[in-house]
């Protein structure tokens, strides 16, 4: 089965065919980050727009070897997100849909985030899975694509929005994730001076599998107010605020493959990328015996392959509820209404 998906929810405007939930028959994606490097972040009414205009090129790029009849479902990412974002995408999957009289399969993003390690790995259940990105920390127990059982999340920021908010603070540019974990190579760990008394957050019993971001960006920053700032130094603040994320992030993790006694962890979302993270999970890996797995770099960050893969399995789920006519149904009784001048 051929499944289109679009992934507008944020900064990247993606499409991308992905047959049987395992088989990228292609995938284009357009980064917006350049447009929006000038405000050290995201703006939604920008993003919103460079969708609209970016996103049939973007179809195009990714439908080359295929005709859009060869389809056999159409999907889009359908929240969370920025709104006025994710309305361009999931309008032209249904509107696709529509065309071509297929069923449209809506997706949730943080489901998405967790099926993209699925696509080039086999992974067996259960297994505790984690979405670090830049809008999301969450931990959840996974005992199929379809039982799966919340855990934690962050209480403020989430991990991504940290790095980018440090990144921010130190005029280094956006996105922080991969701009600090490049520049962090060569600093060095010290947790005596400068970055003495800074304590890992929530280790009440209570929030056990909950993360929070915003003290230690807070503690990073006044630290960084009293410094000297050069090259060197600002080497050496991003080392140690990166290993003080991650080492929170696995913290809560490895709390959790405890207390489940599950060996198999699942980690995805743009901050999966960092390569601190994955060192230390390649030691965690030998030294526990737990079976990890991630994405590939491309498939870390906002992508529409991993919203095709988890529209597969939606659908296979529950096809009817997607079926053509069902769809259908609902668009036009909808339209109906409008028509005889009734709310609906
Ligand atoms: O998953 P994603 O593309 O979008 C969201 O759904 O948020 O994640 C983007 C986030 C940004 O905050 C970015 O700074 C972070 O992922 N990120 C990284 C790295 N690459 C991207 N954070 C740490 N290290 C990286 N290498
Ligand atoms: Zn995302």
């Known amino acids: ?6 992934e507008t929810s944020c900064d990247e405007t993606s499409v991308s065919i992905v047959e049987d939930g395992k088989r990228i028959l ?55 997100g920025l ?111 400068n970055f003495s008394n800074i304590t890992l957050p929530l280790s009440d019993e209570k929030d056990r599998y909950n993360f929070s971001y915003s003290g230690l960006k807070t503690a990073i920053i006044y630290r960084v107010k009293k410094m000297n700032l050069n090259e060197e130094v600002i080497k050496h603040v991003v080392k140690n605020f990166q290993f003080l994320a991650i080492e929170h992030l696995l913290d809560k993790t490895l709390n959790a493959l405890n207390d489940f006694r599950l060996n198999r962890l699942v980690i995805s979302g743009g901050v999966s990328a960092n390569s601190y993270l994955r060192k230390r999970l390649e030691d965690i890996k030998k030294e526990k015996k737990i079976e990890v ?20 399995v939606d659908y296979l789920k529950n096809p009817s509820i997607f079926s053509e006519e069902s769809f259908k149904d609902s668009v036009f009784s909808r339209l109906s209404f409008i028509k005889k001048g009734k709310r609906g």
Do not use: W
């Open 1 to 6: 089965m051929k499944i289109l998906a679009i």
């Open 26 to 80: 292609s995938l284009a994606t357009y980064s917006q980050i350049e447009i929006h490097k000038d405000f050290d972040g995201v703006v939604p009414e920008i993003a919103s727009r460079n969708h609209l205009s970016k996103l049939i090129d973007v179809l195009e790029n990714s439908t080359k070897n295929l005709t859009l009849n060869e389809i056999d479902c159409f999907a889009a990412t359908n929240g969370p």
């Open 83 to 193: 709104v006025g974002s994710l309305l361009v995408g999931t309008n032209a999957a249904k509107t696709l849909a529509l065309i071509f009289r297929k069923p449209y399969i809506p997706v949730n993003h943080i489901l998405s985030h967790m099926y993209a390690p699925h696509i080039e790995n086999q992974i067996d259940f259960p297994y505790i899975g984690l979405v670090a990105s830049g809008g999301h920390t969450i931990l959840f127990k996974v005992s199929s694509f379809h039982e799966i059982e919340f855990l934690g999340s962050t209480i403020d920021d989430a991990i991504g929005e940290a790095f980018d908010k440090i990144a921010k603070f130190l005029g280094l540019g956006y996105p922080g994730g991969p701009i600090i974990d490049k520049i962090s190579t060569n600093g060095k760990i010290d947790l005596t001076n």
């Open 293 to 312: 797995y991630t994405a590939s770099l491309k498939l870390c960050s906002d992508n529409a392959a991993m919203v095709a893969g988890r529209a597969y």
